[in-house]
């Protein structure tokens, strides 16, 4: 089996810790069996496979797993504006669930980059937009992602952070400075695992995934690009924002329905340092976690 242990850096107590992964056993045999890989290639990489496991979440007996999915996964439901389990229509309802304001204060100073999502970060200062790196050993060029080559260029030397979203996390995913976006461009693919242990045995997945790419004009770092990734069983990504109107830092831009995402922001060379907490992790090969609205790095 995939001897991939998955470990980050809580950022408020600073403790290391093992992550709970959903589904661990089947994504294990998945994607380190040969009957597993036939099936990824065959079935589960496919729109399909996780468009049909989207939809069963809409239907109302998927709520009967709500109970259990919070107690495995420890997610505290206080947090939510609706805490009690029986007030969710269905699972795709409660994994989309919206929380409390106070839950998720946002940070005021003016300089500061938030965190777009809650999750797991890894930052990259000074990228090479031909070799963005993945994980250790593999990288993708950003010219993939874009599927532009002169966007891409313009984010040479520029800062690459990923904020990857488990299961568990928050799904809701926010702007991480005011100003105006632009409507998102959306790019078909598959639907390969975004988590480190689908990540170390497919290479490019943020260029072979679904995907959308929004351009960011943000009032404090230039232009961003915010690049949501859907994965194995995110049959939707719902953009909630609307383009061409200025938005405020913290505002919500969309939500993924069920499975672990990721977001992706690019900025430009010069425009950002990134806190060198998450810089020091990153370098050892740890990711954070952060909360959506924390400062993640000042102009």
Not at 8 to 27: Q, T
Request: glycine residues 8%.
């Amino acid at each position: 089996m995939i001897e991939v242990e998955i470990y980050y850096i809580d950022r408020k107590s600073g403790e290391k810790k093992k992550e709970i992964v959903a589904g661990e056993k089947f994504l294990r045999w998945i994607y380190d069996t040969k009957p597993g890989i036939s099936l990824l290639e065959a079935i589960v990489k496919r729109k399909v496979f996780s468009s049909l496991y989207g939809k069963l979440q809409d239907f109302s007996s998927s709520s009967k797993k709500i109970s259990s999915f919070v107690k495995e996964l420890e997610i505290d439901m206080k947090e939510a504006k609706r805490e009690a389990i029986d007030e969710y229509r269905n699972f795709n309802d409660f994994f989309a669930r919206e929380l409390k304001p106070e839950a998720r204060p946002i940070c005021q100073t003016e300089n500061c980059l938030i965190a777009p999502a809650d999750g797991r970060v890894l930052a990259y200062e000074r990228i090479d937009i031909h070799q963005v790196i993945q994980v250790k050993g593999f990288h993708y060029s950003l010219e993939d992602v874009f599927q532009n080559k002169e966007w891409a260029q313009s984010y040479q030397g520029g800062t690459c952070i990923v904020v990857r979203l488990c299961p568990a996390d928050y799904h809701r995913f926010h702007f991480p400075d005011s100003g105006m976006p632009k409507a998102a461009r959306k790019i078909g693919g598959e639907y390969y695992s975004v988590n480190p242990i689908g990540l170390h045995k497919i290479e490019k997945v943020y260029c072979i995934n679904k995907r959308e790419i929004t351009k960011f004009l943000s009032n404090h770092f230039e232009e961003i690009a915010i690049v949501e990734v859907g994965a194995t069983c995110v049959g939707t990504i719902i953009q909630t924002y609307i383009p061409e109107k200025e938005v405020h830092k913290g505002q919500e831009k969309g939500y993924f329905k069920f499975g672990g995402s990721t977001v992706i922001l690019f900025l430009k060379k010069d425009q950002v340092k990134i806190d060198e907490d998450i810089i020091q992790n990153t370098k050892a090969g740890l990711e954070t976690r952060v909360l959506m609205g924390e400062a993640i790095g000042r102009k």
